[in-house]
Every structure is written in C-alpha cells, then in structure tokens.
C-alpha cells in the first residue's frame, strides 16, 4: 500500500487543492482519497474487513456532511454548522496519550533575558484579547501548543530569530484523552475512513495573511465539538495532528522520508485547550499533568557550551542540526535519553 501520508503531501500541494473556492477544493482532496482507495482496494478492504462500497460511502457521506457544514458557516449560520459537526463525530472516540512522549515549544524573544515557565505556558485569562483564530484555535481561548520537535514549533512560529527564540519541553505525568487525527501511514481499520475524510479536509494551505481563513471553518468546529464534549466529561484533552507545514511542503528544512517513524514524529503538533472562565491567570488542571523544564535558548548555550552546536556524531542530519541539539538538551532536563549521538570530542572535554 502506497504511504498515505505521502500521498496527502502530494495532493494537498496540488493546484487542484490550492486554488478555487474551499468546497471545490475540499471535494477535490477527497475525490484524490477515493481514488487511492480504489487503487488500493484489495489491500484496504482486506486491512478493514469492509467491502469497497462501503468503504467509498463511508467517504461521500462524510464529505458531503463536510460540504453542508462549510456551506452553512458561509451563510452564516455557525449554529447549524456545528450542530452538523456534533452528530458527525459522535461515533468518534477518544484515545489516551501516555507519558513518555517529549513535546516542545517555543516563543520568539527579542529582550535577550529568557521567558519564565509562565511565559511559555499558554497565553494567560486576563489576555485573551491576544488570542485570534489559528486552524486549531479559537478566538478569546487560550491554549498550549506544543510540538513533537524545536523545529517544527520554529516553523509555527514563522521562522523568527534562531539564536534568541526561547524554547522548552514538556511531558505528561499521567494519561489524558487524545484525539487522534494523524493521518495513518497506512489504513488497517475501518474506524480510519472518515476520519482521514476529515483530516484532508482539515490540511488545506491558508493564506497567513487572510484575516478570515476559509480552510478553518472545519478544524475550529472540530475543535468547538471536542471542547463541548471534554466539558461535560469532566475532563482535559489534547488534539494530536501533523503540522500543515509538512503536509503542504512549507518544512523544508530537511528531506522528507514518509517511511521513517522518527521523521514523521517531529512534524507533529499538540494543541491542549485551556478552557476556563476564569479572568486571569493560568489553567492548573493543565499545569497538574505536566512536567516542563526551564527555558533555554541557542544564544544561551553558544555562551556556555559552544563545544555542543559543533559536536555530534550522529549520522541523522536533523540530530545533528541545532534543532536536534534543542531537542537532546530539553530531552535531557525532562529525564529522557537523548537520541542525539554527541561524538568522541565532548566526551573528552568532559573528562
């Protein structure tokens, strides 16, 4: 079976994805999806032990829910586009994310002296007004965001200054329900259908520059959706998905390899809502499941430890880069084992 997430890549970046309005673009991504199925037929049916005409209705219907919601947002009827968005994804369930995963972040900072931990938690109550709309985020709502690796919260960030954007690491300390929505590298059950549906759906290119973001009418009610649900269970989430970034060429950085686990890990993002109606300060049912480590920057270890932005051993270019490098000192103040291999040279100017 071709790479799913490949293929995604390939037709999200197509001109049939990036230009006309998001319902003709929308239906085009999934008409791409239907054809890889019937591409891949034998294999899909056989992985989700669903015959082809139900796996291809499983696909129109869900698209055509995506169209109604998307064109009743546009006439302005938000209510009904969410109430839509609910009966869709009532049948869609929650996993749970372990510990044991590193996660980052970073914020662009300009004053040369590092953030404190509140500074790279997540935006505070009592500056909402801050908060607009991004593809998962909602205006007035604060939430973390996190990402499976420095660079690829520096590519979220906009590429600002390297050497003085502040980063950290976070880890879980207990299990917290997860909404999946990375794309599978390959369908072997049947509950991935429409999901995925909803994924491609979600990913089309935006125009930074646009003030309304046609591409994220779906993503924000998907978000509304899990918002309400968590509310009534009591409990906190996070939302797990590639960055668009990847899937639309913009990380560029580094080659892609769709096949290697650990490649596709790093383009990864989080996103844990911090949903209160308090006016001020920070959400403690979050702070309570995390672990987060001081803020670092490159500035500051080219200062004390420039043997590290020069010395590794490892044969991964990422682990090498400084990105890598971000990553391995944060692995380590998080208690993790570092995958970067940092080479004969430190080891004896340690000694």
């Not at 794309?183 to 003030?211: D, F, G, K, T, Y």
């Amino acid at each position: 079976m071709k790479n799913l997430v490949e293929q995604a890549s390939n037709w999200l970046q197509s001109e049939a994805c990036r230009s006309g309005n998001i319902v003709e673009r929308t239906n085009n991504v999934v008409s791409a999806f239907r054809s890889y199925i019937l591409e891949e037929k034998k294999e899909v049916c056989e992985n989700t032990g669903l015959s082809l005409f139900s796996i291809t209705n499983k696909i129109d219907a869900t698209a055509k829910t995506i169209r109604q919601i998307l064109s009743a947002f546009l006439r302005g009827n938000q209510q009904d586009a969410l109430l839509k968005t609910r009966i869709m994804m009532q049948s869609m369930k929650f996993d749970k994310m372990s510990p044991g995963t590193p996660m980052y972040k970073c914020r662009e900072n300009t004053k040369l002296f590092h953030f404190s931990k509140d500074e790279m938690f997540h935006i505070p109550y009592d500056k909402r007004n801050l908060v607009g709309n991004q593809r998962f985020s909602l205006s007035g709502l604060p939430c973390l965001y996190l990402g499976g690796s420095s660079y690829i919260c520096w590519e979220e960030l906009g590429r600002k200054d390297l050497s003085s954007t502040n980063y950290c690491g976070y880890s879980l300390k207990e299990d917290i329900n997860m909404f999946d929505f990375l794309l599978p590298v390959e369908i072997n059950n049947p509950h991935q259908i429409r999901r995925i549906v909803l994924i491609l759906a979600c990913s089309m290119a935006a125009n930074r520059e646009s003030l309304f973001k046609p591409e994220y009418i779906l993503s924000q009610s998907i978000l509304h959706t899990l918002i309400n649900r968590s509310f009534y269970n009591h409990s906190q989430f996070c939302l797990r998905f590639y960055s668009s970034h990847l899937l639309n060429g913009d990380a560029d950085y580094y080659n892609k390899d769709f096949a290697n686990h650990d490649f596709l890990a790093r383009y990864v993002n989080y996103v844990f809502p911090a949903a209160s109606s308090k006016s001020e300060g920070y959400s403690d049912d979050l702070r309570k499941v995390f672990n987060q480590t001081e803020t670092v920057s490159l500035l500051h270890e080219t200062i004390l430890n420039p043997e590290r932005l020069m010395n590794s051993g490892s044969s991964d270019i990422y682990l090498s880069s400084q990105f890598g490098l971000m990553d391995a000192i944060l692995d380590e103040k998080l208690g993790f084992t570092p995958k970067r291999d940092e080479g004969e040279l430190l080891l004896v100017r340690k000694g």
